[in-house]
């Protein structure tokens, strides 16, 4: 079987006054992270609401094993198995872990009762597949950040994601806490799926990353090994000449 992939062709993304994105040609494919990586404004987020439906393209199109796709909304994308989780973290604080991960898909036994015993065991399931220890009955109002993470990561793994985009997971985490969630990042490569990891911070780029592709100003810099950079090389694709 061939090897999943995600393509952009020749994407432009226009907001007033703003052109966000510029001629923006990039394709991913499964079994790596790659990176996608610029400072603030660059134009990552934008990129990543196009694949994940939340934007469409002024021009350009996208492709998933060379299906042109036709998102209209994030559940448009969900169908196609391109799940985001997304800068700003959308678990609910006074609901337990279980309750966070089951949501919307609650299993009802008769009588319309729901099934908590099946909804634990699912939850229960789904970290212990993604190695993440943590209890299932904890509020999320009483976790840390890094810990909401990952609940966000195994609730969007239960969508089955064929593609999965990582918005600047690290940005509130700490340095123990990323160390898990790489780890976690490093299994899911392991399970066929298209791993994008957006980021502004290069160390990250070197720890976690196979691939990086460089957004600056909008355009598209180059897509290039991690192995084959240094810092300085990086920092040059970021910022360009300085
Ligand atoms: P990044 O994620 O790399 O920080 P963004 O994709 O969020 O960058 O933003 C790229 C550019 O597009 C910025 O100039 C930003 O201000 C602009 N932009 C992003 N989203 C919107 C929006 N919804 N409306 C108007 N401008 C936007
Ligand atoms: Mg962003």
């Keep these: 079987m061939s090897k999943h992939i995600l393509e952009a062709k020749g994407v432009k993304k226009v907001f007033p006054g703003t052109v966000a994105l510029q001629d923006v040609s990039v394709s991913f494919d499964e079994g790596k992270v790659h990176a996608v990586l610029g400072k603030n404004g660059s134009g990552k987020s934008t990129l990543m609401k196009i694949f994940s439906g ?58 319309g009762r729901i099934d908590w015993a099946k909804v634990n065991q699912k939850a229960r399931e789904i ?3 993604l190695r993440i220890d943590l209890d299932i009955k904890a509020y999320v109002r009483d976790l840390t950040v890094g810990q909401q993470q990952l609940v966000e990561i195994a609730k969007a793994m239960l969508a089955n994601p064929q593609v999965l985009i990582l918005d600047e997971p690290t940005s509130a985490l700490s340095d123990k806490e990323c160390e898990n969630l790489f780890r976690v990042i490093e299994d899911l490569k392991k399970k066929d799926i298209i791993i994008l990891f957006i980021s502004h911070r290069l160390q990250e780029v070197f720890k976690i990353a196979d691939q990086v592709t460089v957004l600056r100003d909008g355009h598209l810099v180059g897509t290039e090994k991690v192995e084959n950079l240094d810092s300085a090389g990086l920092i040059q694709m970021m910022f360009g000449n300085v």
């Design 127 to 129: 970290l212990e597949y």
């Design 54 to 111: 939340v934007y469409r393209a002024t021009e350009g199109e996208i492709f998933l094993d060379g299906k042109k796709l036709n998102l209209s909304s994030a559940e448009s994308a969900i169908k196609e198995r391109i799940v985001t989780v997304y800068q700003e973290l959308s678990v609910i604080r006074d609901l337990t872990v279980a309750e966070n991960l089951m949501i919307g898909k609650l299993p009802l036994k008769r009588k």
